[in-house]
Every structure is written in C-alpha cells, then in structure tokens.
C-alpha cells in the first residue's frame, strides 16, 4: 500500500517570503500522479499543482513549484511571494494508475505572517 | 459551469441511525470519489464510483456503502451510525480516470455529528 508523509505539521512564513512544505511517498508502481492541494478554513480542497511521475521536469504554476525526485520518492512544494491568502491547510496527495483514488499525507498547516 | 455540490452541508444524528450524503459531480464528470476527513486519522478514501460502477473501495466497515446513478450523482450510505462517524465527508469529481492526469474538483463538503 501507498504511503504518504508530511513531516511538517505547522509552518510558517512571512508575507513576501518563500517556503517549502516537505511530502515524501512510498509506493512500488513506477506510473503515478502527485499533487498538492491546499483546504482555506473555508473547507473546499483545490488542487494547486500536480506532476506526473513520468515527467522529469518540474511542474509549476504561477507562484507555487515543486522539487520531485523520483529516486527519494520525494515531492516538495515552494510557494513564492507568499500571500495572506495562502494560509491554509497543505495536502500532499498520490494517486496509482488504478482509478482516482487519492492517499492524502497528514497536512501541513501553513500560516502567513504580515 | 457549476462546481462539485453536496448535500446537506451540514448534519447532526444519533447513534444507530443511517444517514445518506448527496453529491452532484461536475456537468459531464463520470468519477466520483468519496472522503472521510476527520482530525485523528485525516484523510481517508471511502469509495470511488465510475459509470455506476465502484471501481475502487477504502478500508472502511460495511456499513458504508454508495452508488452511483445514471446521471453520475452519488450517494453515500452509512448505517448504524457510530460516534466515531462523525466527520467532515467530501465528495470528488472527476472527468474520467485511470491512466490519466485527469485532475479531481472537490465539494463543500457535508459535516456530520454524531451524539
């Protein structure tokens, strides 16, 4: 079975900074999908950035990248300029090729300071 | 387009009651996934439906179970509900599935207390 861990329950960074939140998976398969997903206090989970396991290159989005490497079975996620907005709830997430079933880390709450 | 809805928001049983959870996936999403988030044990997938079809089941008791209907709205059962029970439920969509990238647009979710 797929395991996921976030050895990070609490960050936090200043408003302009960066930070990274650590995710680290285990698994056999070698196709897979990774993703972050941030939960606000609002409770509505959305999807911040994925990668797929196939692809070397880094995946980014705006102000949010990841550092995947396949061989250590790590996905780590850098937001830039960080944002009061960004204060949430982190999950980290992996998905096998057999259906769309998630396997969440513990989350990594992040707080954004002014 | 209108985005993943549950229903209701929000709900209060007792022990040894059943309750039913409602979610409408995403117009012309045929995945829909269902969570468990709770504080002690986070995350935790329940069941996954495909053209009616559970194509993926969690570690979970009998006494949850879903379907799917014809027109890829889903509903999740729990019988005999536990205190344990209680827990914020989210419902997924998803355009398709398996060996895709296909990304998964998450509901409000439905939060249930049981006393």
């Known amino acids: 079975a797929q395991t996921v861990t976030q050895s990070q329950p609490e960050m936090s960074v200043q408003e302009a900074e960066t930070v990274t939140l650590s995710c680290t998976y285990d698994t056999s398969e070698s196709d897979y999908y990774l993703f972050w997903y941030k939960q606000p206090p609002s409770r509505q989970m959305i999807l911040v950035i994925r990668q797929e396991a196939y692809k070397q290159q880094n995946a980014t989005e705006n102000r949010f990248s990841v550092n995947f490497q396949k061989a250590a079975k790590s996905f780590s996620l850098k937001i830039s300029d960080s944002q009061l907005g960004d204060a949430a709830m982190y999950f980290c997430?992996?998905?096998?090729?057999?259906?769309?079933?998630?396997?969440f880390g513990g989350g990594t709450r992040l707080m954004v300071k002014p | 387009k209108a985005g993943v809805t549950q229903t209701p928001r929000y709900l209060i049983k007792t022990r040894g009651q059943q309750v039913t959870l409602s979610c409408s996936p995403i117009s012309g999403h045929r995945s829909v996934s269902w969570y468990q988030q709770t504080p002690g044990q986070g995350l935790q997938f329940l069941f996954e439906y495909f053209s009616e079809t559970q194509r993926n089941k969690g570690n979970f008791p009998g006494r949850f179970s879903g379907r799917q209907f014809s027109n890829s709205r889903s509903e999740m059962n729990v019988s005999t509900l536990e205190l344990g029970d209680s827990a914020l439920y989210l419902c997924?969509?998803?355009?398709?599935?398996?060996?895709?990238?296909?990304?998964?647009?998450f509901g409000p979710g439905t939060r249930l207390t049981v006393t």
């Open positions: 997924a969509s998803s355009l398709a599935g398996s060996a895709t990238s296909y990304e998964q647009y």
């Open positions: 997430a992996y998905r096998g090729n057999a259906g769309n079933m998630l396997t």
